[in-house]
């Protein structure tokens, strides 16, 4: 449901800026897959953890934050990988880690239970990242 959520998103984007779809696409990977690919490109991670596939989803089509995720490995998990990260399990979160699968600064977006990832919150987390990672 996300990918093609994110795949109308990106057509929405390509039809914007000119450029193709499979360029604004994005790979959502688990988080192991993740972590290797941020080794190898140098690219910090935002992973989307959440109880449910569709929980959060939302802040993740948003146009800002969806032409943001070129300078990510993007990671989508569920409760497993709540924990391991030592957030809760019963909501979704956003949280930043650099290419060594470290968190930057403890910077992580939390919805209220069953609620939305606070959109602009997202894109304020990922731009200091960012910044601290450059």
Sequence with gaps: MLRGALTVTALTLA???GTSAEENATAWLDLEEGLHRAKETGLPLV?????CGSCGKAAFEDPDVVSMLPDFVAVQGGPDEARRLGVSADRAHAVLLDAAGQPIDDIKVSAEQFGPLPTEQLIDA???ALDIVR
């Design 47 to 51: 992973v989307w953890v959440a109880p």
């Design 126 to 128: 990922m731009s200091s």
């Design 15 to 17: 039809l914007a800026t």
